[in-house]
């Protein structure tokens, strides 16, 4: 893609805005947030087998191949049947190509950083409780800042609040509250919020 | 002053040329529906982007479907980047 001249500005804001609105576009079918609210649903249920006491072995090779590919099934042939045959196709430059790298790259970065949290967490007991809790809410926090403002997507920021607070609010009711729908209510409301969203915005895309 | 492009002149190829500026590539649809064109429309000005060699269009099949993908060509990144600079001098020299 041609990157725009840094003295041309008035063609490269609307240029700019020409090319991040082509981008965009390609969200409005609301299949990533279905797909955001599923990997959520995922953990409700994993949290419903650990409250009737099924073994961590078991619950992660439950809702591990649940997570890693129902969302991603969701999305690619949802794009394929759904957005490409409305949308059409288009491929993007270099510019929004370099963009997606720095993602992935500050992606998995923030991932290592919480397996070396947990790790640290196994070994020396560091960073239970409550502080565990701040840092896994800042980092999927971080994670969803980066990928909305990287992707352009600002349904994200509002998804990375949603999800960001059910760390801590499943952790109080875990310790407070002692209820049996910890789970449900931490996961799962942030879930339905997300997939609702979602749909609905699904629903708009297939009536235009 | 430049001379001003006519073929990227009128609104509707000045539309393509610019969205195939920003973006690599794009098929017939997804240029329909950012430019808001009729199928007509956007074919007609496609063919003549095409004959002055500022688009360049492949067409193949796609899933035993037709499907038309759409690129700016080197002639038509100079073209399109020259009309730009030719129109802000002729903007630039309005008196106030």
Redesign the interface.
């Known amino acids: 893609?041609?990157v725009p001249e840094k003295k041309?500005m008035?063609?490269d804001i609307d240029?700019?805005e020409?090319?991040k609105?082509?981008w965009t576009?390609y969200f409005q079918d609301g299949l990533l947030d279905i797909a955001l609210g599923m990997i959520m649903l995922v953990a409700v249920l994993s949290s419903t087998l650990e409250a009737i006491d099924i073994t961590d072995e078991v619950r992660v090779a439950i809702y591990i191949p649940l997570i890693v590919i129902v969302p991603p099934v969701i999305v690619v042939l949802g794009k394929r049947y759904i957005t490409i045959p409305r949308?059409?196709?288009?491929?993007?430059?270099l510019h929004r190509k370099t963009r997606n790298r720095i993602m992935i790259a500050g992606l998995v970065s923030l991932q290592l950083m919480l397996l070396a949290m947990l790790i640290l967490q196994w070994v020396y007991g560091w960073g239970s409780g409550w502080l565990g809790s701040v840092i896994v809410t800042l980092n999927i926090l971080a994670a969803f800042c980066l990928i909305a403002y990287l992707l352009d997507y600002r349904r994200m920021y509002a998804i990375g609040i949603l999800f960001a607070m059910s760390e801590p609010v499943m952790f109080y009711l875990k310790n407070y509250s002692h209820t049996t729908y910890a789970g449900f209510i931490a996961y799962g409301i942030p879930a339905v919020i997300v997939m609702v969203m979602g749909f609905i915005v699904l629903q708009r895309f297939l009536r235009r | 002053m430049g001379e001003v492009d006519r073929i990227i002149h009128e609104p509707a190829r000045f539309a393509i040329m610019a969205h195939l500026y920003v973006i690599a590539s794009a098929d017939f649809l997804f240029l329909m529906r950012q430019t808001g064109m009729t199928k007509g429309n956007l074919s007609s000005h496609m063919r003549k982007l095409e004959e002055a060699g500022y688009i360049e269009v492949v067409k193949e099949f796609v899933m035993r479907k037709p499907h038309t993908m759409l690129k700016l060509t080197k002639k038509g990144r100079t073209a399109f980047r020259e009309y730009s600079r030719n129109m802000k001098q002729v903007f630039a020299g309005l008196p106030a």
């Open positions: 893609m041609h041309n008035t063609q240029l700019r020409l090319e609105k082509a576009s949308l059409g196709f288009a491929k993007f430059g």
